[in-house]
């Protein structure tokens, strides 16, 4: 017997929510981004180990809902090994995939297929992409030769 297609993807969503992948503080990260969503009240800090233009690491701190948890563990998981400009441009499909503004074409998503059915949900849209709005923010401060310290982002 198989499981219905959104009962598949609901319990990999809990499973990232039960289990995260990537978390947990890092020691020396070459850029971090704090995130927010006031309207549910997740909260995250993403850093990342960066060599030669590739993310070696993603770590995560988070709180939050099962849908900020679950995405965020989704892109510690995929984002690794992948250039700055591939991870830029799979947020950006995640992000019209949330705001229904296609599908994806070629792109491998993995598990990142079972936020589909959370864009049927816009209060919970915000809470599936804080983590890539954080990315971006990370990448970004990391290109710009920021020392200073974490960026912030608030998804409103």
């Known amino acids: 017997m198989t499981l219905p297609l959104d009962a598949l993807y ?14 947990g503080a890092m020691d020396s990260p070459d850029t971090t981004c704090r ?3 006031p309207s549910c009240g997740d909260e995250l800090i993403l850093a990342l180990k960066i060599r030669d233009d590739k993310i070696q690491q993603a770590q ?18 995929i984002i690794e090994g992948k250039t700055l400009d591939e991870a830029i441009e799979l947020g950006e499909t995640i992000r019209g995939m949330m705001r229904n ?3 994806p074409d070629e792109l491998e998503l993995g598990d990142l297929d079972a936020l589909k059915g959370v864009r049927n949900f816009p209060v919970r ?8 709005v954080a990315l971006f923010g990370a990448i970004k401060d990391y290109r710009e030769g920021n020392t200073r310290g974490a960026v912030s982002i608030t998804t409103e």
Request: some cysteine; charged content about 20%.
């Open 10 to 23: 609901r319990d990999i969503i809990l499973d990232h929510y039960r289990s995260p992948r990537g978390r």
């Open 35 to 37: 995130g927010s969503n």
């Open 60 to 77: 995560i701190t988070t709180t939050g809902c099962a849908i900020s948890i679950a995405s965020s563990s989704m892109l510690a998981e």
């Open 101 to 103: 503004e296609g599908e």
């Open 125 to 132: 849209v915000k809470c599936a992409l804080l983590a890539w």
